[in-house]
């Protein structure tokens, strides 16, 4: 596996289910991103990880819990979502300094249909 | 706040045209850096290009160039010698450092069409 990998591709589930997104990096980065892609929305950054420890939460409801134990894993725990939930969940990691200027590399995404 | 505005959803190009993408974005940060990405259909989103906000040369990747215009806050695309695999959404996005980390801004994007 190359870049960066996420699994599953597809997930359906109802309101009253619990799933978990997973995202893996092969480059060595040490920050990795959750975002969720809407149509005709941009692309909302969710959480960030930088060296393993959360940095960020842009106010995202706690139905989402995501979790890092490495800095090549990833993962979004979900439970009791919304149908308005549904969209793409993007993961991307990055080389981070903390002064920017690195690009971020995304992996192909999980379209989320939530019923 | 950061924005980035695409002013336009859809555009259309024939093969072996020139085609500009338009984004402008709003920031009160001296130390930024702007990039564009592409997302084909289906398929994983990839950078095109990026460029460092205290550079004034505008960046070049073989058929795609910028034009950046710092006072105005514009960060336009070219696309010359367009081709049929070009076809995708073009985001325009602004990164900058804040706490330690670093964010990256998104437009809307463009959904541009490479016809035959």
């Known amino acids: 596996e190359t870049g960066v990998t996420q699994t599953p591709r597809h997930l359906v589930m109802g309101m009253t289910n619990k799933k978990s997104l997973k995202c893996e990096q092969h480059l060595g980065h040490n920050a990795m991103y959750w975002y969720k892609q809407s149509a005709k929305k941009p692309l909302e950054l969710m959480f960030v990880y930088s060296l393993e420890e959360r940095v960020e939460n842009n106010s995202v409801p706690s139905r989402f819990s995501p979790e890092c134990p490495n800095s090549s894993h990833l993962f979004l725990h979900l439970h009791t979502l919304q149908p308005e939930d549904s969209a793409l969940y993007l993961c991307?990691?990055?080389?981070?300094?903390?002064?920017?200027?690195?690009?971020?590399?995304f992996g192909p995404g999980t379209r989320l249909t939530v019923l | 706040a950061q924005t980035v505005t695409q002013s336009q959803p859809e555009m259309s190009v024939q093969e072996a045209e020139t085609v500009t993408l338009s984004c402008t974005y709003d920031t009160s940060e001296s130390n930024y850096y702007l990039f564009w990405y592409k997302q084909p259909p289906s398929r994983q989103m990839i950078l095109v290009i990026r460029?460092?906000?205290?550079?004034?040369q505008n960046a070049t990747e073989n058929r795609f160039s910028v034009n950046f215009q710092k006072a105005a806050k514009s960060f336009s695309l070219k696309i010359s010698d367009s081709q049929l695999g070009d076809t995708a959404m073009y985001f325009c996005a602004f990164m900058f450092a804040q706490g330690g980390s670093e964010k990256l801004v998104f437009g809307k994007g463009t959904k541009l069409t490479v016809n035959p």
């Open positions: 991307a990691s990055s080389q981070s300094t903390g002064r920017g200027g690195y690009e971020q590399f």
């Open positions: 460029q460092e906000a205290y550079k004034q």
